[in-house]
């Protein structure tokens, strides 16, 4: 194996299985399938590692937020003690949707699986864990769901006012779709195998 991607240690991908067990459970493909996280940016899926003990003077979060205009921020703590109506929000959250803008989370404690599509339609299951940062890109087809400890509280950032409609699968019509798929999905050689040496 060559040098260790630091950010593994707090985000990890695999593709999923087709069970309907527990949406909470690691759904491993057999034998396991796991990405890399330059795969994942592929995608157009941003990550970072950051340290999460420190969020509120952190100069690599201040800087991300400035270069990438990421003005807005606040916390969404996710749990059946913390969040009002928790089963139906769950539910929501893991019905396949998208964004006309980025879904920007850090996980500042606990956990939670963001699922996104590949170029094939295929589940990637992403695993972001305490001091990872993910950006969903607008227009990706992703969904949510806690793992089994049951709790994610993360910082939710946006690039001016927050906007957290979802639109629900189909929505291959709105511009913000048709862009993700002509910047990610068309793109030449998208869906082969990833030379990160470059």
């Not at 909470?24 to 003990?53: I, T």
């Not at 913000?176 to 990610?184: D, G, H």
Request: charged share 30%; hydrophobic share 35%.
């Amino acid at each position: 194996m060559g040098a260790s991607d630091k950010r593994e240690e707090v985000i990890q991908a695999w593709y999923m299985d087709d069970s309907n067990e527990d949406q909470r459970l690691p759904h491993h493909r057999e034998p396991k399938e796991f990405l890399s996280l330059d795969q994942l940016a592929e995608l157009g899926v941003l990550s970072w590692r950051l340290d999460a003990d420190n969020y509120e003077t952190d100069e690599e979060l201040k800087k991300i937020r400035e270069d990438r205009g990421y003005s807005y921020m606040d916390f969404c703590e996710v749990c059946p003690e913390k969040l009002p109506n928790y089963e139906e929000k769950i539910k929501n959250f893991f019905e396949e949707h998208l964004h006309t803008d980025e879904e920007i989370r850090y996980c500042v404690a606990g956990s939670g699986y963001f699922d996104v599509r590949d170029h094939n339609d295929q589940w990637i299951r992403v695993w972001v864990k305490k001091g990872g940062l993910i950006v969903l890109p607008a227009g990706i087809y992703h969904r949510f769901t806690l793992d089994t400890n049951n709790y994610i509280k993360a910082m939710r950032l946006f690039v001016g006012d927050p906007i957290w409609t979802p639109y629900n699968r189909p929505h291959d019509h709105l511009p913000a779709r048709k862009e993700y798929v002509e910047n990610f999905l068309h793109k030449e050689g998208s869906g082969q195998a990833v030379d990160a040496a470059a």
